[in-house]
């Protein structure tokens, strides 16, 4: 155990931090990021219609939801591209790169479509995939201009003429691009993205995708590498599920998606006190004979109700502390395993509503986010006792060592007075 810790923190890390931080992979983590705040706008109309489901009075939000999460392939372009040049130290490209991804990626969508296409269906999660792809193509084209220095030291243009012209040729090479896929080659680029990546897609619905969408963002956390960096595979899997879900149940049909993000996150049951489900790590701190653990697991156990374990991944730490590191790992498949079984089964609703307020405590978003399915109480119960039984060993070995430890350090300083 002491040498596959020794790789993980000496080799294994440093690599993936390097990795990470790379322009091209920490741009596309970023703009998954800024997305998230249109996202949850049409969470938070969701959630609305919770209550409006029982108040008819109240007023129809709808729009709100239609004109930002429902256009959020678009979105998606535009802050692909944005944060790339930002990352690349092409910030004076930024703006422009993400109105010509936009307009990439609407000619993607829109000008090889067959006929009698729904086109706001194309702009909306379902496109998210697509805006990727095109804030990538126009960011990779302009940053390949941009090492040509055209005009760079030129002194008989006015600086905004050069700018104008090193800001057109690229438009016109990117969109050129676009054009001859669509209106010359008559390609449906968004078709034939959504038929390239549908094995992903596919194999994300399967209980083995689902487990690795969880175990891989957690394996990686306890290394310290924040699970951000793996939304831009998770987030085109989990908006085509819930996706598939809402227009499944608005025909008439049944939701069958449970890979989602509704299930993973906002369900607080898998990601029970954050990732690694730690709320249960952080009770037991509560109550610990260690000062350390104790005064951590009080300053932690409030984000923790909410869902937010940063504090305690850093504080007690989770982060190569081998004794805590594994049992995360642990929850990390177990948890996963039991959902599925639960929803798969039918013993658990699957969610058919985007609501991605993870924020708010377990089990009450729980119930919430299977409409109202109580069942989702005994399962947080359940799970609990699962997750407790998996970190109670490991915590009190780590808590000995923790006490052991203090005592040490008391009689030392004793022993200096």
């Not at 990779?140 to 030129?154: D, R, S």
């Not at 819930?242 to 049909?253: K, L």
Request: aromatic share 12%; net charge neutral.
């Amino acid at each position: 155990m002491k040498k596959f810790m020794d790789w993980l923190a000496n080799s294994f890390a440093p690599a993936a931090n390097k990795l990470f931080s790379k322009p091209w992979i920490s741009g596309i983590s970023s703009a998954m990021q800024k997305i998230l705040p249109f996202i949850l706008t049409g969470s938070v109309i969701f959630f609305y219609n919770v209550f409006k489901g029982y108040l008819d009075f109240l007023p129809d939000l709808g729009p709100i939801s239609t004109y930002s999460f429902f256009l959020i392939g678009m979105i998606t372009a535009f802050m692909m591209g944005y944060q790339l040049m930002e990352k690349k130290d092409l910030s004076h490209y930024s703006v422009n790169v993400g109105i010509v991804s936009v307009c990439l990626m609407f000619m993607f969508c829109t000008a090889a479509a067959p006929e009698g296409t729904n086109l706001m269906d194309r702009l909306g999660p379902s496109s998210i995939l697509t805006g990727m792809v095109s804030g990538n193509v126009v960011a990779i084209v302009f940053n390949l201009y941009a090492k040509l220095h055209v005009l760079e030291n030129n002194v008989t243009l006015p600086d905004f003429v050069s700018e104008w012209i090193n800001t057109v040729i690229p438009i016109i090479a990117t969109l050129g691009l676009g054009m001859i896929l669509t209106v010359v080659l008559q390609i449906d680029v968004y078709q034939a993205l959504e038929d390239f990546f549908l094995p992903l897609q596919v194999f994300g619905q399967t209980l083995p995708g689902l487990i690795l969408l969880v175990f891989v963002p957690a394996f990686f956390y306890t290394m310290g590498i924040s699970t951000w960096l793996f939304s831009a595979v998770q987030t085109p899997i989990f908006m085509a599920g819930i996706n598939a879900n809402i227009a499944a149940v608005a025909a008439g049909g049944a939701a069958t998606n449970i890979v989602t993000n509704e299930t993973v996150y906002t369900l607080a049951l898998i990601m029970m006190g954050g990732t690694g489900a730690t709320l249960m790590l952080n009770f037991f701190m509560l109550f610990s004979k260690s000062k350390k653990l104790k005064t951590m697991g009080r300053i932690c156990i409030g984000p923790s109700l909410f869902n937010i374990n940063e504090p305690l991944v850093f504080g007690a730490p989770i982060v190569f502390n081998p004794l805590l590191m594994l049992p995360m790992w642990i929850n990390s498949i177990t948890g996963p395993i039991v959902i599925w079984f639960a929803m798969s089964s039918g013993l658990l609703n699957i969610p058919d509503q985007l609501m991605q307020i993870a924020q708010v405590p377990a089990p009450i978003n729980s119930v919430l986010v299977t409409n109202g399915d109580l069942r989702a109480i005994i399962w947080y119960v359940v799970l609990c006792v699962i997750y407790g039984l998996t970190w109670y060993p490991f915590y009190k070995v780590y808590e000995k060592q923790c006490i052991a430890a203090e005592t040490a350090e008391a009689v030392t300083e004793k022993a200096n007075i």
